[in-house]
């Protein structure tokens, strides 16, 4: 069977990749989400778990011994030797899996999820195409001071702690403009959708 086109999709924080990748699923495409691998690499008695114990101390754990996602997120939100940390005990165990999945992955294309695409570097580079999920940063700051219940400022801090918007259109090769409703951020998923299955089937050997 000839291996799937690879679709990397990313975009800003709040700038409406669940929902696009939601359409995808409903359409079809096989999707992998690093974020959902993410929440899986560091279960209890986990590799990844027990090694961010070592470094940051028991208190990276909830009651139950699951990690503190949110705790842990905040402490290292301003501390850049923390975050570095943190990023060499799981990215490495996220691209790992990421690229299993989509490897063992059925269909004509993959939707491989990854945020933090732009700031990944070439740890990426195996994707055959990036979609970027572009929106103007007015509406990205409301939506996710209302998501996510912050702050302004908060949710500004957030956001510059990203990649800008120039830098992920920058590697786009598929732009999903998120300026208008959500109907039509669907309709230009599904433009998407046809556009890579035609691209699927020029490839394909008669």
Known sequence: MAKPLIIGLTGGVASGKSTVSATFTRLGASIVDTDVIAR??????????????AVFGASVCLADGSL???????RVFSDADAKGRLE?????????????????AQGDYVVLVVPLLVESG???????????V???????????????????????AMMAAQADRGSRLTI??????????????????????RRYRAMVQQVQPD
């Open 88 to 104: 060499a005990i799981l990215h490495p165990r996220i691209r790992a899996q990421a690229r299993k999945q989509v490897e063992s």
């Open 40 to 53: 899986e690499v560091v279960v209890p008695g986990s590799a990844a778990l027990t090694e961010l114990i």
């Open 172 to 193: 786009a090769d598929d732009v999903i403009r998120n300026s208008d409703s959500v109907a039509d951020l669907q309709a230009q998923t599904r433009s998407a959708d």
């Open 68 to 74: 503190d996602r949110r705790g842990l997120r905040e």
């Open 134 to 156: 572009d929106i103007p940063h007015q509406q990205q700051l409301r939506l996710l001071m209302q998501r996510d219940g912050v702050s302004v400022d908060l949710a500004g």
């Open 122 to 132: 070439r740890q990426y580079d195996w994707v055959d195409r990036i979609l970027v």
